[in-house]
T-cell receptor
């Protein structure tokens, strides 16, 4: 079985500041890890994913995440927040078959 | 990139009626499709997993007689909410997995039951 915990349901940063969204996972098998973004009334857009290989994964819109097995973490970062980054972000883990999502973190970007 | 469509994008129905939501993989064959439900300001909850030509596997707590899933072809899965009630109002999102084991999500269907 697998599960995801996202620490912080709401994160607020100033434009240009560092974005850090936290995700910890639990999985009985080597996990595949994902970050998705969701804008209001829309579906999910894949930001990045980790399957195997390099533990630092770069995604779209300047986001990246690092898989740390020892910490069971997959935190999402972006060096400089943009107003357009304001959205809901979901971390997800896939074990054997299906994908499980965290509760989500709402990112607010202040001008 | 791969595209998954859902139809309709929004539907409003009266309590007691049934509603069918279609999920299509437009440019790939999906051996496995997933249906998720998302309540306002909450995460996606997996409802069921369906494989083409076989019965869907429902998650614990999901009523299979209420949420009928049909995965009739490699590009189409349907979710029928039978005898809908206001508490069924939600955002329903489907997902399709291709042969390369990549999962793509549809844009979602917002169901409102009056």
């Amino acid at each position: 079985a697998q599960s995801v915990t996202q620490l912080g349901s709401h994160v607020s940063v100033s434009e240009g500041a560092l974005v850090l969204l936290r995700c910890n996972y639990s999985s009985s098998v080597p996990p595949y890890l994902f970050w998705y973004v969701q804008y209001p009334n829309q579906g999910l857009q894949l930001l990045l994913k980790y399957t195997t290989g390099a533990t630092l994964v770069k995604g779209i819109n300047g986001f990246e995440a690092e898989f740390k097995k020892s910490e069971t973490s997959f935190h999402l970062t972006k060096p400089s927040a943009h107003m357009s980054d304001a959205a809901e972000y979901f971390c997800a883990v896939r074990g054997n078959n299906d994908m499980r999502f965290g509760a989500g973190t709402r990112l607010t970007v202040k001008p | 990139g791969a595209v998954v469509s859902q139809h309709p994008s929004r539907v409003i129905c009266k309590s007691g009626t049934s509603v069918k939501i279609e999920c299509r993989s437009l440019d790939f064959q999906a051996t496995t499709m997933f249906w998720y439900r998302q309540f306002p300001k909450q995460s996606l909850m997996l409802m069921a997993t369906s494989n083409e030509g076989s019965k869907a596997t429902y998650e614990q707590g999901v009523e299979k007689d209420k949420f009928l899933i049909n995965h009739a072809s490699l590009t189409l899965s349907t979710l029928t909410v039978t005898s809908a009630h206001p508490e069924d109002s939600s955002f329903y999102i489907c997902s399709a997995r291709n042969a390369a084991d990549t999962q793509y999500f549809g844009p979602g269907t917002r169901l409102t039951v009056l």
